[in-house]
């Protein structure tokens, strides 16, 4: 589990596509305190450390199943691109943001962008189907950032990103059209299923 505070900006060092897609990514972080094994999320998607190495930067490596790829931007990733790096939430851990679990539902689209005070104010499209899924006032997460959803409409909602989260995430970087990872709020998740049934 996740709050959907981001503690680093990582960078993607190498991709390889040989089965698995898998990835290098360099972290300012203390990596003797991460095993291998550990979950680490990356920009919201939960990954598996597989490997891990020091020198000039420290660095530690994943696999990407093609179901992965198919529900998030990883497919996208390059040498250079910066992702966003969460550790998992320990027991006794303060929960900052929402319970977020690194299992995304599918890419939100960067519709519009606008600055509103030392804020921006940013609006993503979403597949219908998952809209009954956000709803004003609650939590979602994009690229693991963990957000308040200011308002919805039928395939739309928008967020309100403060400066602070601009700078110390991927966020502040997005382009019109750029895709995130989106994670709906685990309880609506569990809810919407309850009432299927």
């Not at 290098?24 to 972080?29: C, D, E, P, Q, R």
Request: charged share 20%.
């Amino acid at each position: 589990m996740f709050t959907g505070i981001v503690s680093d900006l990582g960078e993607v060092q190498r991709v390889e596509r040989r089965g698995d897609t898998h990835l290098v990514i360099t972290t300012g972080w203390n990596l003797e305190q991460i095993a291998v094994g550990a979950s680490i999320a990356c920009s919201g998607v939960c990954l598996t450390v597989t490997d891990k190495g020091g020198g000039a930067e420290s660095w530690f490596s994943f696999a990407a199943s093609a179901e992965t790829l198919s529900r998030t931007t990883i497919k996208e990733w390059y040498p250079g691109t910066s992702v966003n790096l969460e550790r998992p939430v320990r027991v006794g851990d303060e929960l900052g943001g929402h319970i977020v679990t690194g299992h995304i539902d599918t890419t939100a689209e960067l519709i519009e962008s606008l600055a509103e005070g030392e804020s921006t104010r940013m609006t993503f499209s979403a597949p219908s189907e998952l809209m009954s899924l956000i709803a004003s006032k609650g939590s979602i997460a994009l690229d693991g950032v963990s957000l308040t959803v200011n308002e919805t409409s039928e395939d739309r909602f928008g967020v309100n990103i403060i400066s602070h989260t601009a700078k110390a995430t991927t966020l502040g970087r997005l382009k019109p059209h750029a895709r995130v990872n989106l994670e709906v709020d685990l309880v609506a998740r569990y809810v919407q299923r309850l009432l299927k049934t």
